[in-house]
């Protein structure tokens, strides 16, 4: 029977709550509330079995005969937040296990109740049964934690809030001045094991809000368990030292409008403001630990809300009892009201919280309370009232600093001269109207940027976007005028500046966010404002721009403007990243050269761009080069044009080479200027350069030129008669020599030029080389690297004992055949051989390389050709036995043959497995000793 009022229950719950199994469109709150049309509820109320409830109403389910009324079971009409609007939603729980025991034995149940009474009894246990569902709501399916951290021996402590929302965690801190900015964070487990690690370094926002922010993006699965279940933990690495501290859901985070870090010499702590400013009602939940001992009960506290102005201190003291002390974080909730004094000061950061056992006063924690900790921007975009057109748009950016000042940046474009610039709640009643003024005071040359100080009611409509930023012209009083929307800051508000999108006319304009993070990804985020944005899908675009100040370079059609697509937008948002960004575009963004430009094509048709003032870019992201001369660079210009989809421009790119400041086609010749006598060719992008190989004299007393090479029997001719030669593309005086340089082949050395005075033409011949009938021809080797012809290696140059590469002996005919002559490295290397990790090899050995300290690599081989040495690994067939057996001097392993290799390879396994087991128990026992020396 049981199970089946829990069916029919379920039930109601889930099919008459959401009303005729459709979704309900939810509508915003108004001061007037709409009669309800075809049978859909008003976000502002719930709906349970066919009946409406207001928000924070109670009763009993009626689920109809034959159950009846469930008066165990308590329901509730929830209000819960979602983005600005408050919406019901039906939350009911049991009460029937919190009832007491009745002390006889034969107890009753009277109607209309839930607990059972002894006979006789007149007092109703049903109303001593308290249910908060509101908390419940928010200890169950919060969305947001705070942290208190401490460290032993660190004087000083910090405290954090996170948010979690689409698999992304966003944290914010606060911290004591002397710790000075953290180093390092790190997010662990129950068990102090490393979740994820962040290198901490100051940002342009938090340089200006001296507040700590990120968040922590793609949090797995299991992670994000651990984070619903509370077994998370958060450290911060300081210059005093280590502190941390567990992240927990607390009561009132949900609607905290206020913060403040507890500090004092014996503990720490936070607080978690929320205030009604329209009564003065406050909330507080006061989170601390270290004044008082773990296990104490009934404890008194004293705390008292202070303020100084003009000369004059006023206070408000509450006196409340800790029931005990347990091991996490103690709590103390208080409620109270503010008057106006109080109210202002709390908003301006001005209020000051303290706590202390009223028996020993000395264990004071207190704080200055501000603005909520968490790391919000508030952005507007400034539109026309009227009829709008392209003359006048703006946007503003405003966040809050560590010690609660309101820093606003406003930016305006209009031809017309500003007059007056205000910050108000749109009311038309004098007696609600509020204007936060004072802020023309800053502006000029299109820009505002200042401080400013609210009241705690300035504060509260602010966060609930209540607030409107107001442009005055001579000729308009509401020229200008949008509401300030919050967000919290993410990777792209990093950067703490703002860009206007705009276009042609300004019916729809928008403000973006961008910057780049160590890893050179570009983070952004845009928003718009403009009719019939619902169903637009703009594409957006990053553009780059070439150098302005140059007029060589605009003229070159090699050096234009690039544009990357980064996403197709839907809708007034767009967020994301993008990652391989050219070292070039990123160079013109940190120049300020880029801009986003966002397309949108169809009936409601628009094209916005946003210029950027130059998006600081990390060192590691930006090119060696400046951008001078990285523009003009064939091989940063081949990358480009492979990006902009230019197929011509990158393959011609490509294949360019540049050289001293010069650029050469694919194929040039060119004689060296970095190092005298050598020849350098292009050879498809890459530069080649060899020394000049010069031909054989055929006289006893050679020459050589001032200014030559190579040397000649004669002085060439000094008339100015020469040849030029296609090949080289050089000028030879007549009656000169010369070997022909071929790219990308070098020199023939089996072909000599010559330049004849008499017709001064070019005469070329080629030596023929005799057959190879020794050796193959991939085994012959040149006797010295000038030789034109390959000869076959002599037999004792194959002999082993040159594999080891011991001193390479040669005979000479002159001496005894029992006296030798030890060849020298630069004997070996004349002829062909190498040089590897210092010793000397003849070319054509081959040998098994030694690296310490595993000694002979039996599986490498190397091999000297021709002065080069290449090195070759032997890959192992896979062999399908279990039993395998390696032999010493062979690089691959073999299946037993036989039972005595069988056994032997049973041996060699289990020694293997034995090892592995002992170095799985000794990673172990470390783990063990790192625990207990952290616990």
Not at 362 to 389: G, H, M, N, W, Y
Not at 880 to 896: E, K, N, Y
């Amino acid at each position: 029977m049981q199970s089946i009022i829990v069916l029919v229950l379920v039930y109601f719950l889930t099919g008459a709550v959401s009303g005729n199994g459709r979704r309900r469109k939810e509508l915003p709150i108004s001061d007037v509330i709409p009669a309800e049309q075809d049978g859909k509820p008003k976000a502002s109320e719930c709906r349970f079995g066919g009946e409406s409830y207001e928000l924070e109403q109670t009763w009993h389910p009626d689920l109809g005969p034959p159950f009846g009324v469930m008066y165990c079971v308590h329901c509730e009409c929830v209000p819960i937040h979602k983005k600005r609007r408050i919406v019901g939603r039906v939350r009911c729980k049991n009460i029937k296990t919190e009832c007491p025991k009745p002390t006889c034995p034969d107890p009753v149940l009277l109607p209309g109740r839930c607990c059972k009474v002894c006979p006789g009894q007149d007092d109703n246990p049903d109303l001593t049964i308290t249910v908060d569902l509101e908390r419940e709501e928010q200890e169950k399916n919060g969305r947001h934690y705070a942290a208190v951290l401490t460290g032993p021996g660190v004087p000083r402590a910090a405290t954090g809030r996170f948010y979690f929302r689409k698999k992304t965690l966003q944290y914010s801190f606060l911290f004591g001045e002397e710790l000075g900015w953290p180093t390092g964070l790190t997010f662990l487990d129950n068990t102090n094991n490393i979740l994820e690690e962040f290198a901490l370094s100051k940002t342009a926002l938090q340089n200006r809000t001296e507040k700590l922010c990120g968040a922590w993006a793609r949090l797995p699965r299991r992670y994000r368990r651990t984070l619903r279940s509370e077994d998370m933990a958060v450290s911060l690495t300081t210059k005093l030292g280590t502190i941390s501290g567990k992240v927990l859901k607390y009561y009132g985070l949900n609607s905290e409008l206020f913060s403040g870090l507890l500090e004092g010499y014996s503990g720490a702590g936070t607080a978690i403001v929320s205030v009604s400013p329209s009564t003065g009602s406050i909330h507080a939940n006061i989170l601390f630990k270290g004044i008082v001992k773990e296990g104490e009960k009934n404890i008194p506290f004293i705390i008292k809300f202070q303020m100084s102005h003009g000369g004059e201190t006023r206070s408000v003291e509450e006196a409340v009892v800790l029931e005990s002390v347990g091991p996490d974080l103690s709590s103390i909730e208080i409620r109270t009201v503010f008057d106006s004094p109080e109210l202002e000061a709390l908003g301006q950061g001005e209020l000051t919280l303290s706590l202390a056992p009223t028996l020993n006063p000395s264990r004071e924690l207190s704080a200055k309370l501000v603005p909520r900790l968490s790391c919000d921007i508030f952005d507007c975009i400034l539109q026309p009232v009227e009829t709008p057109s392209g003359d006048a748009n703006g946007i503003a950016f405003l966040y809050f600093t560590r010690s609660g000042r309101l820093q606003y940046n406003i930016k305006i474009e209009s031809k017309d001269q500003i007059v007056d610039l205000n910050i108000d709640n749109g009311k038309k009643s004098k007696r609600l109207l509020t204007v936060i003024g004072g802020l023309m005071a800053t502006y000029a040359n299109g820009w505002a940027n200042g401080t400013a100080m609210l009241d705690a009611g300035q504060v509260d409509e602010l966060f609930k976007e209540n607030l409107y930023l107001n442009v005055a012209t001579e000729y308009n009083a509401q020229a200008l005028r949008g509401r300030l929307v919050t967000h919290l800051a993410g990777p792209s508000e990093s950067s703490g500046e703002a860009v206007l999108m705009k276009g042609d006319d300004s019916s729809v304009s928008g403000v973006a966010w961008a910057s780049l993070d160590d890893t050179c990804r570009l983070h952004y985020n845009i928003r718009l404002e403009g009719s019939q944005l619902d169903t637009a899908s703009p594409s957006l675009e990053l553009e780059d721009y070439p150098i302005q100040n140059l007029d060589n370079l605009k003229a070159l059609p090699l050096f234009p403007s690039t544009k990357r697509h980064l996403q197709d937008c839907r809708g007034k948002k767009c967020s994301g990243h993008a990652d391989n960004i050219h070292k070039l575009m990123m160079a013109r963004l940190d120049s300020g050269d880029a801009a986003f430009l966002m397309t949108n094509a169809g009936q409601n048709e628009f094209v916005l761009k946003g210029q950027m003032l130059g998006i600081a870019s990390p060192q590691s992201c930006l090119p060696r080069y400046a951008r001078n001369d990285l523009e003009i660079m064939p091989g940063y210009l081949r990358d480009l044009g492979e990006e902009i989809g230019d197929e011509d421009l990158a393959e011609n790119m490509r294949q360019k080479c540049a050289y001293e400041g010069s650029f050469y086609e694919d194929g040039n010749r060119w004689e060296a200027t970095h190092d005298k006598c050598k020849m350098c060719s292009c050879q498809r992008g890459k530069v080649d350069c060899e020394p000049i190989v010069c031909p054989p004299t055929n006289c006893s007393n050679p020459i050589i030129e001032e200014g030559e090479c190579c040397a000649t029997c004669s002085s060439p001719s000094v008339d100015g008669r020469g040849c030029n030669f296609g090949g080289d593309s050089l000028f030879h005086p007549a009656g000169s020599k010369w070997h022909p340089y071929i790219p990308p082949f070098g020199f023939s050395r089996c072909a000599i030029c010559t330049c004849k005075e008499s017709s001064l033409t070019v005469d070329c011949y080629r030596e023929e080389c005799p057959a190879l009938t020794a050796c193959l021809h991939a085994e012959a080797i040149r006797p010295n690297p000038l030789a034109c012809c390959k000869v076959c290696p002599k037999r004792e140059e194959k002999s082993s004992s040159m594999s080891k590469a011991h001193p390479v002996l040669k005979s000479d005919p002159h001496k005894l055949n029992d006296m030798a002559m030890a060849r020298t490295g630069l004997d070996i290397l004349a002829s062909g051989g190498c040089s590897w990790k210092g010793l000397y090899h003849e070319n054509g050995v081959s040998w098994h390389p030694t690296v310490m300290p595993w000694g002979e690599m039996k599986c490498v081989t190397c091999k000297c050709k021709d002065g080069q040495t290449k090195c070759k690994k032997k890959h192992c067939p896979k062999l399908t036995c279990s039993l395998q057996i390696r032999d010493q001097d062979q690089c691959c392993p073999r299946c037993a043959a036989n039972r005595e290799e069988e056994e032997r390879a049973q041996r060699t396994l289990l020694i293997s497995n034995r090892e592995q087991r002992k170095k799985r128990l000794k990673r172990l026992r470390n783990l063990r000793n790192q625990e207990r020396t952290s616990g």
